[in-house]
């Protein structure tokens, strides 16, 4: 099966290498007309580059759409009736509709996809939609999905503007929350690769724990929340200053922007 790769920047990239690694049989091609992104791509891996997109779709079984959303209105036009009438289309560009896909290459078998950053160490949770593929084409976007992360299917494309404020901005609300509890840490007088390790130690392990327990977040909590101790009083401080509120606030504002670029 080829595999065409359009855009060779973080997420282009990042599904080439999990592809690569993954699915054996695949033959994978990455087209960018950035050509320092296409030489980044090659000193570390051996997959194959064009510069020209049109050269890369030719023979595809699947062509996977990595250009930003602003570059999208020349780039659908320049793909056109070129791609292969069999190939399934996967688009991971935030907020472009199928219908505008399908409209601007003229094609039926489109899916789009919202992976995260995390695609890049293949722990990507990506969620995707693709009403007009048939169960066979849908195990082909499953497995390309399965090669860099975690996916789930959603029912209405409305979902993935939710989860588009979920997970696929979820890393940077974590980096955030780590940034500012490091930066804490060493206001207490901590060196700050201490502070560095026992957040991310203790995010990666609360993680672990949450994927692997039948208890809620909020039981686990608990669980760790003794009467009148530290955590009780940092938790008091968090309930005070609304921090629930906040990240509700946080999402939904997320989840309104990514419809209006929609
Ligand atoms: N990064 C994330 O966390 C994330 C998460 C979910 C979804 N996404 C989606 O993933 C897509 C790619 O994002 P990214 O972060 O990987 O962007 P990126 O690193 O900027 O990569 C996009 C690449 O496409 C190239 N390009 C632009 N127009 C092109 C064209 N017509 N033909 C071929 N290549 C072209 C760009 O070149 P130039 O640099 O020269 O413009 C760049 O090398 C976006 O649509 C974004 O919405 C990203």
Redesign the pocket.
Known sequence: MKIAI????????AFAKGISKQLEKCEVVV????SA?LNELKKRTNIKTVSN?VEAIKGANVVIL????Q?FE??LA?LKGKIPAHAIIIS?????KIKTIEKGISHRCVARI????LALIDESMSAWIAPNLNPKQKEVVKNILKSVGEEIEMKNEDDINKV?AMS?SG?AYVWYFMENMIKAGVKLGLKEEVARKLTSQTFAGASEMSLLSAETEKELRLRVTSKKGTTEKAIKTLEKGKFGKLIENAIKNAYNRAKELG
Do not use: R
């Open positions: 359009l855009g060779g920047g973080n997420m282009g990239g087209s960018d007309k950035n992104k997109n990595a250009v930003k959303p570059d020349p780039f320049e991971i560009a935030a907020g472009v919202m992976p995260n950053l588009t696929g890393p």
